[in-house]
């Protein structure tokens, strides 16, 4: 009997140092989500599955030595898998000769890389929907297709002078729309 005793206060101990756990990593946890994950029903979702995996996790026998850097190791994992589930794939991807790809994180990098890569492509693509065509044009033209503006001015029958200051504006108009982006990613 004396047993079965001491298993039970076993049990409770660890149920209580799993709680303490989850109750004191909650916030932080979840705000990291919420701010890489902009749907707050799907952040949700993502720290449930966290949590999920952190009481499975807590009874196998091998014990977890750092919850914390644990959790956030599955949350990151998580939010990849999520993110590569929902990823719109009509972008293309740049040339691994082009400027902008060298900017861009290199996604066998590993999975934050791979997700942050993702993001700021999605961003991009955005940002780039929103310039007027014939700035996007060039832009895409020349940054991501590798074209000189040589080329595109004979193309089009436009001057290189024009081109050059479309392109400059749509420089502009990028950095000025992607900053509040990267100002996130630094944070």
Known sequence: METTFSLDAVM????????AAIRR??????????RRVPDPDE?????QDVFFEFVSAW????PIE????????????????????????SFPEADDDSRLDLLLPDPG???????????????????????????RAVFIGHELEG?????MADESGTSINTLLGRKRLAVRQLRARLQTFYDELDS
């Open 66 to 89: 750092q919850v914390g850097a644990w959790l956030f190791q599955v949350a990151r994992n998580r939010i990849v898998d999520r993110f590569r589930k929902h990823r719109e794939t």
């Open 25 to 34: 990593e909650r916030g932080r946890l979840g705000s990291f989500i919420r």
């Open 147 to 151: 074209r000189s503006f040589k080329a």
């Open 59 to 62: 009874r196998l026998p091998d």
């Open 109 to 135: 990098a590993g999975p934050e890389a791979a997700y942050t890569r993702a993001l700021l492509l999605d961003a991009l693509k955005t940002a780039l929907d929103e310039l007027p065509e014939n700035q």
């Open 12 to 19: 409770a101990d660890q149920d209580h140092r799993l709680a």
């Open 43 to 47: 952040a949700e979702d993502i720290l």
